[in-house]
């Protein structure tokens, strides 16, 4: 994310305002975190490092208000690969804010602020279904080492990968395997809890 | 849907699956150099001393031993259940080398009273075989799903079942060598234990493994349906009918039976060749090339052997032809495609699979010899229908010659397994990943 770099692509849609999602909508001011990098990008430094750094402590039920002096549209494929969903909002032509968070796994009764919520960790959704062997079990090694804690690997796969189960053990890696429908194999990974 | 997860511990034996198909390699390497040595007596009678001790070095040292291994890998791939005891798997090894080993030097020699005792062994390996595969089987707490009536599970009870009465058939024989119990002829004995073998034991495990691993390689969809219930009742009934009928003599029982496993075989046969067509991988390597190949021999074995059931030709130089197309051609050769597809992931998996993700490692292909497999296929490929020609028409020169392409292949064979072997030497692993992180 730099001040020089395109706001936006040539043949990428303009942006258009969209309603704020009900998940975000219902977080109280308390869990949220906010951001101002509009300063940084002004005086020309990256700001990519803070953002990251605010992301990586940002708890599982809050969400990050990122305030920019343009629409971060670069920032939206890093927040995906990271298993963070966004919305934006336009407050004027140079001023954005962005909101970050984990998706929640229901929807958040605005009634009930008081309960906690329950929420699902980011999840990256890894498909090897189709791959000769042993393709399936490198990416999903390969995939391990970026893997942030809290967050969930779910792979689905053709067959239940015995091959692979001793290797996440070995990694410190927690996994579930069920069978959503026949012939689907899903099995969810996560870094263990030390303490467990 | 049954949700669970296995517990933490030990994945699948990677050493005892790739004991089995080493030994097993030994053994075809041994069977075909020695194919030259014996081409008068292959020129001859198959009821001979040294041809019974061939067929067995084949039969049990290469073609069980290799099925075997191949199960204690594609139990946990194929079916999805943990090796219920690999200790008891290594011992059953022991017995079954001791065992066949006996057993090939007492036919080579003609002395049946040590072969009763070295096929004791080998019905003692039988059994740790069926009690260890059938308690994997059985293990369903950590399982997603039942084993369930796949194709694949199907084929391996099949073969089980099959093991079980080809070994038991096998010591009534041998045991009949000394008191001379059994009311029928040798030859009849001789052919219905080489059909048990083949249609009751070799085939459905052939069928269940290609069910779900041929796909697994080949990048196409599964067959199963009503071509699986075909395969999997076609073998269960012929393989019995036609042993039985052939003990008993009945003509009828015998067509019955040859022609219940060949519409069996012929479907299994479409289904590969409809996997091959409708393949989303764009090209074959030499492990599939030899699979492929393989089942091509199921056309002129299924052939002849309709041929003798119903005795449009006969004798005992077609029913050797017969046998080495079926052992030969379709058995090895399909073989010898799975060995070149296995055991580079099983040396792979063992080398370099704790360092995946975390440092570059050698691909599958990088371990293998693409140009000694190429060799292996150019001289393998077409042998065994040479070498069928040669024992059909008796001529001992074509014999020694086919026999001699044929083992020029086996020796290529075991060179390109060697070179995959070679990655279990430590500094020849860490040389191969030094490589490899050059390149990456």
């Known amino acids: 994310m730099s001040p020089r770099e395109p706001r936006r692509s040539p043949g990428e849609p303009e942006w258009t305002p969209v309603p704020k999602p009900a998940t975000i909508a219902a977080i109280p001011a308390a869990r949220q975190a906010s951001l101002d990098v509009r300063e940084d990008l002004r005086q020309g430094r990256e700001p990519f490092g803070r953002i990251m750094g605010a992301l990586d402590a940002l708890g599982a039920d809050r969400v990050l208000v990122l305030r920019a002096p343009f629409e971060p549209v670069p920032l939206y494929r890093v927040l995906a690969r990271r298993g963070f969903a966004s919305w934006t909002e336009r407050r004027a032509d140079d001023d954005w804010s962005v909101w970050i968070y984990r998706e929640l796994t229901t929807p958040v009764a605005s009634e009930t602020p008081t309960r906690p919520h329950p929420v699902r960790p980011a999840s990256v959704r890894l498909d090897v279904r189709g791959l000769e062997p042993p393709t399936p079990l490198v990416r999903v090694l390969d995939r391990l080492d970026t893997l942030a804690p809290g967050e969930v690997l779910e792979v689905l796969h053709d067959r239940r990968p015995l091959f692979l189960y001793p290797q996440l053990d070995d990694r410190g890696f927690a996994h579930e395997t069920d069978e959503p429908e026949p012939g689907l194999v899903r099995i969810r990974i996560h870094r263990a809890d030390p303490h467990t | ?440």
């Open chain 2, 1 to 440: 849907m049954i949700a669970g997860s296995p517990p933490p511990g030990r994945g699948p034996s990677v050493l005892l699956p790739l004991a089995y198909l080493i030994l097993a390699s030994v053994a075809f390497l041994v069977a075909a150099l020695g194919l030259p040595w014996i081409a008068t007596e292959l020129a001859g009678h198959y009821y001979h001393p040294h041809l019974l001790a061939l067929t067995h070095t084949i039969a049990l040292g290469w073609i069980t031993l290799a099925i075997m291994g191949a199960s204690y890998q594609l139990v946990p791939i194929v079916l999805e259940r943990r090796i219920w005891s690999a200790r008891l798997g290594r011992w059953q090894l022991v017995v079954l080398v001791v065992g066949v080993v006996g057993l090939v030097a007492h036919f080579w020699i003609g002395q049946w009273r040590g072969l009763l005792w070295a096929a004791g062994l080998i019905g003692l390996g039988a059994l740790l075989h069926l009690l260890n595969i059938g308690r994997s089987l059985r293990r369903q707490g950590d399982a997603v799903q039942p084993l369930g009536r796949t194709l694949s599970a199907g084929g391996f009870v099949l073969g089980l079942a099959g093991l079980g009465l080809t070994v038991a058939f096998g010591l009534t024989l041998a045991a009949n060598r000394l008191a001379g119990f059994l009311p029928i002829d040798p030859f009849t004995a001789v052919a219905a234990h080489f059909h048990l073998a083949l249609l009751g034991w070799v085939a459905p495990m052939v069928v269940g493994v290609a069910a779900r691993a041929y796909p697994m390689f080949l990048l196409a969809p599964e067959s199963g349906g009503w071509q699986g219930r075909v395969q999997l009742w076609g073998l269960a009934i012929g393989a019995p009918v036609l042993a039985g009928s052939l003990l008993a003599g009945s003509a009828r029982g015998m067509v019955a039976g040859a022609v219940a496993v060949a519409i069996a075989l012929g479907v299994h046969a479409g289904c590969i060749v409809g996997m091959a067509r409708g393949r989303r991988r764009p090209s074959l390597d030499w492990g599939l090339r030899f699979v492929l190949t393989g089942t091509a021999y199921l056309a002129p074995a299924i052939a002849l052997g309709l041929g003798l059931v119903t005795r449009v030709v006969s004798g005992p130089h077609v029913a050797l032809a017969y046998g080495v197309l079926a052992l030969g051609g379709w058995v090895s050769l399909t073989i010898v495609g799975m060995m070149l597809k296995i055991v580079p992931f099983l040396v792979w998996y063992r080398v370099y699979a704790g360092r995946a993700g975390r440092e570059p490692v050698p691909t599958l292909a990088q371990l293998t010899w693409p140009a000694m497999e190429q060799a292996a296929y150019l001289l393998l490929a077409g042998a065994p229908l040479a070498l069928a020609v040669a024992v059909g028409v008796a001529i001992p020169v074509w014999i020694c010659t086919a026999g001699t392409v044929l083992a020029g292949g086996a020796v290529a064979f075991a060179a390109a397994l060697s070179h995959v072997l070679w990655h279990l030497v430590p500094s020849r692993a860490g040389r191969a990943a030094a490589a490899a992180g050059a390149r990456a």
